[in-house]
């Protein structure tokens, strides 16, 4: 079955930087838009960035626009999020998802567990 | 970028109740809005795409409804494992939106 794995998250000063993985297994990770989203503690979901299949297009939120880039490696079933520059406001719980693409956006299908990135001095 | 908004923030209720949670677009979105359910620690699951169709293996007691810029998620016997909250997501356009969430808890 698809089964997405984060790692990387920790605590980190601000201004720091951290990269994120997220481990795909029961699927091949190049039939999917990837997305990461992220949910702040006791807060609601808020999306981050998405990357096509073959890496050749990336969109961001303006949150984190031109301080975090995602990547992917096909070969290797797995998908990344370097995050520089970090912030306090950037501490979340970070979510890698497959998702359903319509001509318009997409929703999310298949979620990782999730991993904690804190951004504390 | 399109807000959404969804009431109650907050919504209690008993095992067998019908329970409705509304969800409305800044904008018109046709039916491009999804519902996910999240629980406690746990990562969102996938309800409802198109605003209407149930993803595969979700019980039929959750539908939802609507289109523009109103939307609804109904759940027509509360279970006890629907304690939990719930989250419209928007996908007309990018950047890709959420609603602030809708917890329901027990009465």
């Known amino acids: 079955q698809v089964q997405l794995v984060e790692s990387g998250g920790g605590v980190v000063q601000p201004g720091g930087s951290l990269r994120l993985s997220c481990a795909a297994s029961?699927?091949?990770?190049?039939?999917?838009?990837m997305h990461w989203v992220r949910q702040a503690p006791g807060k609601g979901l808020e999306w981050v960035a998405f990357?096509?299949?073959?890496?050749?297009?990336?969109y961001y939120a303006d949150s984190v626009k031109g301080r975090f880039t995602i990547s992917r490696d096909n070969s290797k079933n797995t998908l990344y999020l370097q995050m520089n520059s970090l912030r306090a406001e950037d501490t979340a719980v970070y979510y890698c998802?497959?998702?359903?693409?319509?001509?318009?956006?997409?929703?999310?299908?298949?979620w990782g567990q999730g991993t904690l990135v804190t951004v504390s001095s | 970028d399109i807000q959404m908004t969804q009431s109650p923030s907050t919504l209690s209720a008993s095992v067998g109740d019908r329970v409705t949670i509304t969800c409305r677009a800044s904008q018109s979105i046709s039916s491009w809005l999804a519902w996910y359910q999240q629980k406690p620690g746990k990562a969102p699951k996938l309800l409802i795409y198109?605003?209407?169709s149930l993803e595969s293996g979700v019980p039929s007691r959750f539908s939802g409804s609507g289109s523009g810029t109103e939307f609804t998620l109904t759940i027509s016997s509360l279970q006890p494992d629907d304690f939990a909250t719930y989250y419209c997501q928007q996908y007309n356009s990018y950047p890709l939106t959420f609603g602030g969430g809708t917890k329901v808890d027990i009465k």
């Open positions: 198109k605003a209407s």
């Open positions: 998802a497959t998702s359903v693409v319509t001509n318009t956006g997409a929703y999310f299908q298949h």
């Open positions: 029961g699927f091949t990770l190049s039939s999917y838009v």
């Open positions: 990357i096509r299949y073959d890496g050749s297009n990336k």
